[in-house]
């Protein structure tokens, strides 16, 4: 599939072409990862960040605006022994750009996971030093999520300022070398970002597959109110036919084109899409998707991770939330999925180095 060919899809409003398109993405997806659906408990560890993103709740920015947490080693296992009580594969620890959150204390958790349960672990903590990923791939890390946003530099560099005192920094690279250091690798995007144009989400996708990514994940730029992205100072303006929406449909056909690009890597139905729509979820994975991240942080802490405003598991009970995804995902037809759920790509790449 070409640029103008993602393009032209990315347009479309025809229903009945969009649906085609969309079974052809759920197709490739039985054919290559197959009808598991993947669960990967979310834990939330800190809202504290150093970046002034102008798109996100939690940024420095926001000051006092924001009530700031950062978990203790206790309230992370205990997350983590609930993720083993569900039969999760997997876990994913999240957090601002919090250097509070030492690469000491990370490894210690790492290590304890590993020691006391059979999950596999993602990290998303954003920009760090390499010997930071090295000290945690040592210590029993399995991937590494951290989202390049946009592959547009202009865009990037007026939502993502750099950390005071610093230049900016190019994620591309910091990919790769995760890559390098052996790590199952994870990127994405949002789709709707103010000043994003058809056709820089069509290299988006496109460097999706240039990457080579194990995971990647894509979801809805939803405006925050106390951000200048979301009270409307945007640095980029386009017209309304330039624009790409942040609607539930393109967000569906983006996600079923990097099921197409991407057939052996491993896409999540994001929480920001079931955040329109109640079945959101369920949307996702129609259109290519095989993995669910329910929310495991303490819901004291969960209504302050507010990147986005009324995101959909601030009030989900994680007991009810658990007992009701099963039935969700058999309604449609699937399976929950059994052990890690290690990226289908991934596996195939380690087979081929030996």
């Avoid at 000043?195 to 939803?222: E, T």
């Avoid at 929310?295 to 009030?315: F, G, V």
């Avoid at 596996?347 to 081929?352: A, D, F, M, P, R």
């Amino acid at each position: 599939m070409n640029k103008d060919e993602i393009i032209s899809w990315l347009k479309e409003n025809d229903a009945k072409k969009l649906e085609s398109l969309w079974q052809h993405a759920d197709q490739v997806r039985r054919e290559t990862v197959g009808d598991q659906v993947h669960l990967r408990g979310l834990i939330e560890a800190s809202n504290i960040c150093v970046r002034q993103c102008r798109y996100c709740g939690i940024n420095a920015d926001q000051g006092r605006k924001v009530q700031r947490y950062r978990m203790n080693m206790s309230e992370m296992q205990q997350c983590a022994q609930m993720a083993v009580e569900f039969g999760y594969g997997s876990i994913v620890v999240q957090a601002g750009e919090d250097y509070g959150l030492t690469t000491q204390f990370i490894s210690d958790f790492i290590r304890w996971v590993k020691d006391n349960t059979p999950l596999a672990i993602t990290l998303s903590l954003g920009e760090r030093p390499e010997s930071d990923f090295r000290t945690w791939k040592t210590a029993g890390a399995d991937r590494y999520l951290l989202r390049f946003e946009t592959s547009d530099r202009q865009l990037y560099q007026n939502i993502h300022p750099p950390v005071k005192g610093q230049l900016h920094t190019d994620r591309f690279e910091i990919l790769r070398q995760l890559k390098s250091i052996g790590y199952e690798t994870g990127s994405g995007i949002m789709i709707g970002i103010p000043g994003q144009s058809f056709d820089i989400v069509a290299n988006d996708l496109l460097a999706f597959s240039q990457l080579d990514l194990d995971m990647i994940g894509l979801g809805p730029y939803i405006p925050h109110p106390e951000t200048s992205l979301g009270k409307g100072e945007n640095l980029i303006t386009l017209s309304p036919e330039q624009q790409v929406p942040n609607d539930q449909q393109t967000v569906c056909t983006a996600l079923a084109l990097t099921r197409i690009l991407c057939p052996a890597t491993n896409l999540p139905s994001t929480t920001a899409l079931s955040t329109l729509s109640d079945k959101g979820r369920e949307q996702g994975l129609n259109c290519g998707g095989n993995v669910i991240m329910p929310n495991l942080t303490p819901l004291s802490y969960r209504r302050l991770y507010e990147i986005y405003p009324a995101k959909s598991c601030i009030k989900e009970d994680v007991n009810e939330f658990h007992n009701q995804i099963r039935t969700r995902i058999e309604a449609i037809g699937r399976t929950v999925g059994k052990g890690r759920g290690d990226s289908v790509k991934f596996l195939q790449s380690k087979q081929q180095k030996h």
